[in-house]
Nanobody, 114 residues
Framework: QVQLVESGGGLVQPGESLNLSCVVSGSTSTMAAMGWYRQAPGKERELVATALGSVRNYAESVKGRFTISRDDAKNTVSLQMSSLKPEDTAVYYC?????????WGQGTQVTVSS
């Protein structure tokens, strides 16, 4: 069975950086879309970044600050976050979307506060 496990969340001050990682276990497709989503208290889950093949897409709010990358050989996807802002505070979720299924991790908390 496919499982996704996120790690790397924590408490940081505004302007600092943080790297999140997600390890995918089980059979996956190299053409599957992978991405990061986040959900703040009282808000809907929103797309942060996606990766499919060589295509990368980002939410307008994180463009220029976040970078998504994937290593299909290791079945991992990461999110490099810089210049963090208080509004980036949320639970970040890893996502894998294939033609047949969609999988989610349990999330990792990122808190940006002074």
């Amino acid at each position: 069975q496919v499982q996704l496990v996120e790690s790397g969340g924590g408490l940081v001050q505004p302007g600092e950086s943080l790297n999140l990682s997600c390890v995918v276990s089980g059979s996956t497709s190299t053409m599957a879309a992978m991405g990061w989503y986040r959900q703040a208290p009282g808000k809907e889950r929103e797309l942060v970044a996606t990766a499919l093949g060589s295509v990368r897409n980002y939410a307008e709010s994180v463009k220029g600050r976040f970078t998504i990358s994937r290593d299909d050989a290791k079945n991992t996807v990461s999110l490099q976050m810089s210049s963090l802002k208080p509004e980036d505070t949320a639970v970040y979720y890893c996502n894998l979307h294939t033609t047949l299924h969609e999988y989610w991790g349990q999330g990792t908390q990122v808190t940006v506060s002074s």
